[in-house]
């Protein structure tokens, strides 16, 4: 087998890919079942699992799909034994369930901040508790986090959502220190803005918010879910063995960037 195919071949592992039925989940799960891992694509409408099915398969990746909320422990402790029965112990876990909702601190009901928080921040708390046991078992396992560039920063109308990926950073840091002797390698993926379901709201329709990403992305455009999902094939693979709890920023350069006054010191070579 040559250098790199040993080092990013997952043949004979299971991922399990959370929220996996879209967007940024089914590209890391579309990467990782091209470079041989058998996938298992966890959502919460198996009618929406079945059709996601279809588009796996039309790219030559064949997944088991199970609808489980990832928010309960009863759920996750049966779909996660499922998985364990019919398709084997879980050796990737990509916690990547996830959601958004942009509403001022004033006008959020404190029911919907804890909502986000349940799904963003414990639910990859109750899937990594339930998997994780396993791969101490094995000595061997693979963790990825599902962060966000709001693990760093804040910005109006989204503090349920950087609330969450912010705990998520300092979650994944914790799991590295409690399970990386155990060769379980822990890591975050913080994406940038990507042009997904979630970004349509602010991206689509010549949205304002659109121009504010253009001019503040070094790169120049929104990212792909295929440039994350490239980046979790890393993170999965042999190539990280000794990456522990970081957080791997798919942004394009916007965190590196203080931004700048469109049409000011632009060179163009
Ligand atoms: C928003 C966006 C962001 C992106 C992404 C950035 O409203 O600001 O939805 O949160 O989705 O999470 O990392």
Known sequence: MSFINN?????GQVALVTGGS???G???GKALGKAGAKVVINGRSQEKLE???REFEAEGVDVYVLAFDVTKEDEVDKGISTIEKEVGPVDILVNNAGMIKRVPILEMPVSEFKEVID???VSPFIVSKRVVPGMIKRRKGKIINLCSMMSEYGRNSVSAYASAKGGLKLLTANMT????KYNIQVNGIGPGYIAT????PIREGNHPFNDLVMTRTPAGRWGTPEDVG???LFLASKASDFVNGHVLYVDGGILANFGYVKGENEVNP
């Open 197 to 200: 379901q979630q970004t349509a």
């Open 26 to 28: 089914m590209a890391i």
């Open 7 to 11: 080092l990013f071949d997952l043949s």
């Open 177 to 180: 220190c409690e399970w990386a």
């Open 51 to 53: 059709k996601s099915k």
């Open 230 to 232: 490239n980046a979790a």
């Open 22 to 24: 879209h967007g940024i």
């Open 119 to 121: 799904v963003d921040l």
